[in-house]
């Protein structure tokens, strides 16, 4: 098994301190744009791919749109480095900036006042910024980089509020939607009404929405707090009454199909709960993802044929929310477990995992490397020899052309 260098991670960066020179880690991902006739403007995006691409690049990847992404992309990363695999799939993010035009794109009317001021920045045009994303950012995307259908979208504040129009509007066009202390409060809580209005009149089967809440329930009167919040009238809590009042009405109502948690963080702040909500905003809209009978897989004991069977009802769950067929577990971990099962002579179970790698993963040099460590370890050399010629055809990498010399010594 061989070890595979990181794709479109971290960029070193190297300034000048002091006459030293100095190497730092400063950017995620890749900085891509396109011009977008909707909006007659060049829009900038973030792209963070999977380090597996690099070992599999025929392999796609659902993918996540990250509103304000230069901000959020490092957290979604982070996020993805910890848990992907167990609690969620590897996934291509795509950042989206909006530092210039951030409350035009993502609010969805327009208003000239705001909490009894005059509100003199551009608004309102989220139906414009939406028909960006749907008819030319995915197309983009789509014919560039190594995505699925599976989309989710995540947003935080007016980011938050375009996540929850978006499901309103075009509830199609992603499967999942994080909504971070997203701001209903917009308009008269336009998007509450709406939100009555329209999310029992859809089917959401297949659909997830996460949404959370700080715990900056008003800001000049610490008295004020989650149970008591909803009987106080003043403008300085209606962002948080409006939260609550769609969090409630979801729970009371149910829309068809539609996944729903809600979640609140009393320790954070509207400038922090970010972090926290991308987490387990994650590991909640993919709750379904999580690998199960983990205890039995980890039991030495265990049967191949019942391991077979955990690893087939996987394939099937996962074809059944995804909407096409995915490899039930990572290649990695299909390689690793066939390379401890080795260690512990079980070579039953150790060859069932090395061809289940390669069958889910047929464009990996590596899957095929691993299966002839296995003959090797056999001493059956002959069959070594077929699969690491299979992982140099694949690759073309002089690692398996001298691996391919060596084999064949030993089978003379």
Same mark, same amino acid.
């Given at each position: 098994?061989?070890? !595979?260098?990181?794709?479109?991670?971290?960029?070193?960066?190297?300034?000048? !301190?002091?006459?030293?020179?100095?190497?730092?880690?400063?950017?995620?991902?890749?900085? /891509?744009?396109?011009?977008?006739?909707?909006?007659?403007?060049?829009?900038?995006?973030? !792209?963070?791919?999977?380090?597996?691409?690099?070992?599999?690049?025929?392999? =796609?990847?659902?993918?996540?749109?990250?509103?304000?992404? +230069?901000?959020?992309?490092?957290? &979604?990363?982070?996020v993805l480095d910890f848990y992907?695999?167990?609690?969620?799939?590897?996934?291509?993010?795509?950042?989206?900036?909006?530092?210039?035009? #951030?409350?035009?794109?993502?609010?969805?009317?327009?208003?000239?006042? +705001?909490?009894?001021?005059?509100?003199?920045?551009?608004?309102?045009?989220?139906?414009?910024?939406?028909?960006?994303?749907?008819?030319?950012?995915?197309?983009?995307?789509?014919?560039? %980089?190594?995505?699925?259908?599976?989309?989710?979208?995540?947003?935080?504040?007016?980011?938050?509020?375009?996540?929850?129009?978006?499901?309103?509007?075009?509830?199609?066009?992603?499967?999942? %939607?994080?909504?971070?202390?997203?701001?209903? /409060?917009?308009?008269?809580?336009?998007?509450?009404?709406?939100? *009555?209005?329209?999310?029992? *009149? #859809?089917?959401?089967?297949? =659909?997830?929405?996460? !949404?959370?809440?700080?715990?900056?329930?008003?800001?000049?009167?610490?008295?004020?707090?989650?149970?008591? &919040?909803?009987?106080?009238? @003043?403008?300085?809590?209606?962002?948080? #009454?409006?939260?609550?009042?769609?969090?409630?009405?979801?729970?009371?109502?149910?829309? @068809?199909?539609?996944?729903?948690?809600?979640?609140?963080?009393?320790? /954070?702040?509207?400038?922090t709960i970010s972090q926290p909500?991308?987490?387990?905003?994650?590991?909640?809209?993919?709750?379904?993802?999580?690998?199960?009978?983990?205890?039995?897989?980890?039991?030495?004991?265990?049967?191949?044929?019942?391991?077979?069977?955990?690893?087939?009802?996987?394939?099937? =769950?996962?074809?059944?929310?995804?909407?096409?067929a995915v490899p039930p577990y990572?290649?990695?971990?299909?390689?690793?477990?066939?390379?401890?099962?080795?260690?512990?002579?079980?070579?039953?179970?150790?060859?069932?995992?090395?061809?289940?790698?390669?069958?889910?993963?047929?464009?990996?040099?590596?899957?095929?490397?691993?299966?002839?460590?296995? %003959?090797?370890?056999?001493?059956?050399?002959?069959?070594?020899?077929? %699969?690491?010629? =299979?992982?140099?055809?694949?690759?073309?990498?002089?690692?398996?052309?001298? #691996?391919?010399?060596?084999?064949?010594?030993?089978?003379?």
């Open positions: 098994m061989r070890t !595979v260098l990181k794709v479109f991670v971290f960029i070193l960066c190297y300034v000048s !301190v002091n006459g030293q020179e100095n190497k730092y880690l400063y950017k995620l991902g890749i900085i /891509d744009s396109l011009f977008s006739k909707t909006l007659n403007e060049s829009r900038t995006i973030y !792209v963070h791919i999977p380090e597996s691409y690099l070992q599999n690049p025929k392999q =796609k990847y659902p993918v996540t749109y990250i509103i304000d992404g +230069k901000v959020f992309l490092p957290t &979604v990363s982070n992907s695999g167990g609690f969620m799939p590897e996934m291509v993010l795509i950042g989206i900036a909006n530092s210039n035009y #951030r409350t035009r794109d993502l609010t969805p009317s327009k208003i000239t006042t +705001k909490y009894g001021m005059p509100f003199n920045e551009e608004n309102g045009e989220a139906a414009n910024f939406l028909k960006f994303i749907e008819e030319e950012l995915i197309p983009y995307v789509n014919n560039h %980089y190594p995505v699925t259908t599976y989309r989710s979208l995540i947003g935080h504040s007016y980011g938050g509020l375009f996540s929850i129009y978006t499901l309103i509007n075009k509830p199609k066009l992603f499967a999942n %939607y994080l909504s971070i202390d997203p701001s209903l /409060d917009w308009d008269n809580q336009l998007m509450l009404k709406e939100a *009555k209005e329209v999310l029992f *009149k #859809r089917d959401y089967s297949g =659909k997830s929405l996460y !949404v959370s809440l700080s715990g900056q329930l008003h800001m000049q009167n610490k008295s004020i707090t989650i149970e008591n &919040v909803m009987q106080d009238t @003043s403008d300085y809590t209606l962002f948080t #009454r409006s939260n609550l009042m769609f969090s409630n009405f979801m729970e009371q109502n149910k829309p @068809s199909g539609l996944t729903y948690k809600w979640q609140f963080y009393p320790n /954070d702040l509207h400038g909500s991308i987490r387990d905003g994650l590991i909640a809209l993919f709750k379904w993802y999580q690998m199960e009978n983990t205890d039995i897989i980890n039991n030495p004991e265990s049967t191949k044929e019942k391991l077979f069977s955990i690893i087939k009802h996987r394939e099937k =769950k996962l074809k059944q929310h995804f909407g096409y990572p290649e990695m971990l299909l390689n690793m477990s066939g390379y401890m099962n080795l260690d512990m002579q079980q070579l039953e179970k150790s060859k069932m995992y090395f061809e289940l790698a390669m069958k889910y993963y047929p464009d990996s040099a590596n899957a095929y490397d691993s299966m002839a460590d296995f %003959y090797a370890s056999q001493k059956n050399y002959a069959k070594a020899l077929k %699969y690491v010629s =299979k992982a140099f055809d694949i690759s073309g990498d002089n690692y398996f052309k001298q #691996r391919i010399e060596e084999l064949k010594a030993k089978t003379n």
